[in-house]
């Protein structure tokens, strides 16, 4: 059964669905800064759109445009900087 998840205001919204690789949220972010939290490791790839993204342990923000992809491990805190609006797959491990 496919979940609706909305998150910041409803600037962020995802539906979450069980992929061959595991379970997953499609989503779209509008413009605006943003702080997510993990319990499991995350990869995220940018389907269109960008994000600039500062991962744990990092001062500066890093620019992933679409076909890219960051992880993020699990327990962790990482920011994002979305210029315009994007859209993007996570898969959880």
């Known amino acids: 059964m496919l979940k609706t998840n909305e ?3 409803g600037k962020v919204k995802s539906i979450a669905l069980e992929t061959r690789e595991g ?3 499609v989503g779209v972010m509008d413009v605006g800064e943003y702080e997510f939290g993990t319990s499991t490791k995350e990869i995220m790839r940018v389907v269109s759109g960008q994000m600039h993204v ?3 342990g990092n001062s500066d923000y890093v620019a992933y445009e679409a076909g890219k992809a960051f992880e993020v491990a699990a327990n962790e805190k990482f920011q994002l900087r979305i ?4 859209a993007y797959l996570c898969l959880y491990k």
Do not use: G, I, S, V
Request: hydrophobic share 25%; proline share 23%; glycine share 0%.
């Open 7 to 9: 998150y910041f205001d």
């Open 23 to 25: 379970p997953a949220t």
């Open 54 to 56: 500062r991962l744990p």
């Open 83 to 86: 210029p315009e609006q994007t």
